[in-house]
């Protein structure tokens, strides 16, 4: 698209992006694994270390492990551990990546549909080393957000191209991308309405706004739904199995548990904290704990989100970009911002992956092209667009280096956060994993100070405990984190290893059992339940799940 030198300034505009995202994101090829999920996607599970072996692309098919289904994602890891084992720098230099691929593309995409290179730059630069996009590339765990990106990247470039053109093989490759997004994480479900808005503007295939670049035939917007009907009977799939996946790990909040207007209060204020994070990140954090908001605060959330969405609904036919970004930020956000509640976190900077690409556009395409024009003005706005591009890889530059382990990164979390349960329960673990037990006691019990029906602290705090020598202590904790979260197999397995050192063996074992039944791939259990059956004199089964344990063993040292 373009002259040669057109096309010239693009590739460089691309190299420039690549290095100054791996400028930004060089510390994170030195960062370890972390102790919050790395484990369940990675450094815990058979099924990817074991590599892309055809029992384990089978399981990547059919499980819903850590509440999702998401078998793209699971591929994705394995084949990092097919490739580099258990190097944590190969996976994170995968993420960044694929972090560099997404910004490319995303350059090359809006250019196309606009033909406005530098205001296209501008967008995929913010969106390459913005704070908020750190904790998606930084955490070995968010590979499922920006995979899934360049899926949506993929398929938003297909429909630019099938628009252009539109054929059968075309329409079918964007179909293709879109679901291989679904199947990487499920939050591009909004795709279809993305697509809806870049058909509005700057596509120019309605009646209402003619298209930036070529000629596209407008088209009525009933048409346009049903061009879009594939793509919104595989967004209702994949809420159906992602909702299925979630219920069944125990991972969507009820009502009884989180009534219907605090989920709605608190979507409204997210909305106004994405914005304000977006605009000043500071204070990042892993975690935000969910709070019950003030009304006073709701309503003046509620108020700006209206003030905006006014604003930009009576621009939409001069400047209609700000009615494309504002929609798509609100629309992308939607999956993520709590009304089904997944887990106890208020926000989280990964939702923003995407969506903060509508605000982006905004802020870029507001930029009035007269600016480009007179060189005064073009070397004032290129001053303000450096400066700004400098203070975010700056921001973010620093925000990588808290991802670099876990205790730096929960040690931040408080920091930056109060009544922060999961970073003490986080940085307890690590205390305790590191042989610090009365200082990760310490922060366990604060844990359940502020948040007592905490099963995961109940569990940990049980750990710590028995490694103090405090065996009755620990027996109470373990089996409060039962009658919370019945199905906690690291629970039942250390309720088992603790009943043993009291010498309690046939409950033990019963335990151990309950352990395997809920995780079957268990080794510890395995080897423990192995050595509680041959202290009670059953040999062969003891046999059996010792060399059980060994096998799985064998398969977490690949």
């Given at each position: 698209m373009g002259t040669p030198r057109q096309r010239q300034q693009a590739i460089v505009i691309c190299v420039c992006l690549a290095v100054l995202i791996t400028a930004v994101y060089w510390p994170v090829l030195h960062a370890g694994f972390l102790?919050?999920?790395?484990?369940?996607?990675?450094?815990?599970?058979?099924?990817?270390?074991?590599?892309?072996?055809?029992?384990?692309?089978?399981?990547?098919?059919?499980?819903?492990?850590?509440?999702?289904?998401?078998?793209?994602?699971?591929?994705?890891?394995?084949?990092?551990?097919?490739?580099?084992g258990r190097n944590a720098g190969g996976h994170h230099a995968v993420s960044v990546l694929l972090h560099?691929?997404?910004?490319?593309?995303?350059?090359?995409?809006?250019?196309?549909?606009?033909?406005?290179?530098?205001?296209?730059?501008?967008?995929?630069a913010l969106f390459g080393v913005h704070p908020l996009d750190v904790e998606s590339v930084a955490w070995v765990a968010e590979r499922?957000?920006?995979?899934?990106?360049?899926?949506?990247?993929?398929?938003?470039?297909?429909?630019?191209?099938?628009?252009?053109?539109?054929?059968?093989?075309?329409?079918?490759?964007?179909?293709?991308?879109?679901?291989?997004?679904?199947?990487?994480?499920?939050?591009?479900?909004?795709?279809?309405?993305?697509?809806?808005?870049?058909?509005?503007?700057?596509l120019g295939r309605t009646r209402w706004v003619p298209s930036v670049v070529g000629n596209n035939a407008p088209l009525r917007f009933g048409?346009?739904?049903?061009?879009?009907?594939?793509?919104?009977?595989?967004?209702?799939?994949?809420?159906?199995?992602?909702?299925?996946?979630?219920?069944?790990?125990?991972?969507?909040?009820?009502?009884?548990r989180l009534s219907l207007g605090a989920r709605m209060a608190n979507a409204v204020v997210s909305y106004v904290r994405y914005m304000e994070k977006a605009v000043w990140p500071s204070g990042l954090a892993v975690f935000y704990p969910f709070r019950v908001w003030r009304?006073?605060?709701?309503?003046?959330?509620?108020?700006?989100?209206?003030a905006v969405s006014c604003t930009v609904i009576r621009k939409a036919r001069r400047q209609p970009h700000l009615a494309v970004g504002w929609f798509w930020f609100l629309g992308a956000l939607v999956p993520a911002i709590g009304l089904v509640q997944v887990g106890s976190q208020s926000m989280a900077d990964r939702y923003t992956y995407l969506p903060l690409i509508g605000l982006f556009i905004m802020l870029c395409w507001s930029v009035p092209s007269r600016a480009m024009e007179r060189w005064h003005l073009k070397a004032i706005?290129?001053?303000?667009?450096?400066?700004?591009?400098?203070?975010?890889?700056?921001?973010?530059?620093?925000?990588?280096?808290?991802?670099?382990?876990?205790?730096?990164?929960?040690?931040?979390?408080?920091?930056?956060?109060r009544d922060n349960w999961v970073a003490h329960d986080g940085l307890g673990v690590v205390l305790e994993q590191t042989g610090r037990i009365s200082e990760a006691i310490g922060h366990l019990e604060q844990a359940l100070r502020i948040k007592p029906d905490f099963a995961e602290a109940h569990c940990n705090l049980g750990i710590a405990l028995g490694q103090a020598?405090?065996?009755?202590?620990?027996?109470?904790h373990l089996e409060q984190a039962l009658r919370i979260k019945p199905d906690f197999a690291e629970a039942h397995y250390n309720l088992g290893v603790a009943l043993m050192a009291s010498g309690r063996i046939p409950e033990a074992i019963e335990h151990y059992q309950q352990a395997?039944?809920?995780?079957?791939?268990?080794?510890?259990?395995?080897?423990?339940?192995?050595?509680?059956?041959?202290?009670?004199?059953?040999?062969?089964?003891a046999i059996g799940h010792l060399e059980q344990a060994l096998r799985i063993r064998a398969c977490l040292k690949k």
């Amino acid at each position: 698209m373009g002259t040669p030198r057109q096309r010239q300034q693009a590739i460089v505009i691309c190299v420039c992006l690549a290095v100054l995202i791996t400028a930004v994101y060089w510390p994170v090829l030195h960062a370890g694994f972390l102790t919050y999920d790395d484990d369940l996607y990675v450094t815990a599970n058979p099924h990817v270390l074991g590599g892309l072996t055809i029992r384990d692309v089978m399981w990547a098919f059919t499980a819903y492990h850590a509440a999702n289904w998401h078998p793209l994602t699971w591929l994705s890891h394995a084949l990092d551990c097919e490739c580099f084992g258990r190097n944590a720098g190969g996976h994170h230099a995968v993420s960044v990546l694929l972090h560099v691929a997404n910004t490319v593309l995303l350059f090359w995409v809006l250019r196309r549909m606009t033909g406005a290179t530098w205001w296209s730059a501008g967008v995929a630069a913010l969106f390459g080393v913005h704070p908020l996009d750190v904790e998606s590339v930084a955490w070995v765990a968010e590979r499922k957000t920006v995979l899934s990106g360049l899926f949506w990247m993929l398929a938003m470039w297909g429909y630019v191209r099938y628009v252009e053109r539109p054929t059968r093989g075309r329409y079918a490759a964007v179909v293709g991308w879109y679901a291989m997004g679904l199947m990487a994480k499920p939050m591009v479900v909004t795709l279809p309405f993305v697509l809806l808005l870049l058909d509005y503007w700057p596509l120019g295939r309605t009646r209402w706004v003619p298209s930036v670049v070529g000629n596209n035939a407008p088209l009525r917007f009933g048409e346009l739904v049903r061009e879009k009907l594939p793509f919104f009977a595989l967004a209702a799939v994949s809420c159906g199995v992602t909702i299925w996946a979630q219920h069944s790990a125990g991972a969507i909040n009820s009502l009884e548990r989180l009534s219907l207007g605090a989920r709605m209060a608190n979507a409204v204020v997210s909305y106004v904290r994405y914005m304000e994070k977006a605009v000043w990140p500071s204070g990042l954090a892993v975690f935000y704990p969910f709070r019950v908001w003030r009304p006073r605060a709701v309503i003046v959330a509620g108020a700006i989100l209206a003030a905006v969405s006014c604003t930009v609904i009576r621009k939409a036919r001069r400047q209609p970009h700000l009615a494309v970004g504002w929609f798509w930020f609100l629309g992308a956000l939607v999956p993520a911002i709590g009304l089904v509640q997944v887990g106890s976190q208020s926000m989280a900077d990964r939702y923003t992956y995407l969506p903060l690409i509508g605000l982006f556009i905004m802020l870029c395409w507001s930029v009035p092209s007269r600016a480009m024009e007179r060189w005064h003005l073009k070397a004032i706005t290129c001053v303000a667009a450096a400066a700004v591009l400098a203070v975010c890889a700056a921001l973010s530059r620093v925000q990588v280096e808290y991802w670099r382990d876990s205790e730096t990164l929960f040690r931040r979390a408080l920091d930056v956060t109060r009544d922060n349960w999961v970073a003490h329960d986080g940085l307890g673990v690590v205390l305790e994993q590191t042989g610090r037990i009365s200082e990760a006691i310490g922060h366990l019990e604060q844990a359940l100070r502020i948040k007592p029906d905490f099963a995961e602290a109940h569990c940990n705090l049980g750990i710590a405990l028995g490694q103090a020598g405090r065996i009755p202590e620990a027996i109470g904790h373990l089996e409060q984190a039962l009658r919370i979260k019945p199905d906690f197999a690291e629970a039942h397995y250390n309720l088992g290893v603790a009943l043993m050192a009291s010498g309690r063996i046939p409950e033990a074992i019963e335990h151990y059992q309950q352990a395997l039944r809920i995780k079957p791939d268990y080794a510890e259990a395995h080897y423990n339940l192995g050595v509680a059956l041959g202290q009670a004199g059953r040999i062969p089964e003891a046999i059996g799940h010792l060399e059980q344990a060994l096998r799985i063993r064998a398969c977490l040292k690949k």
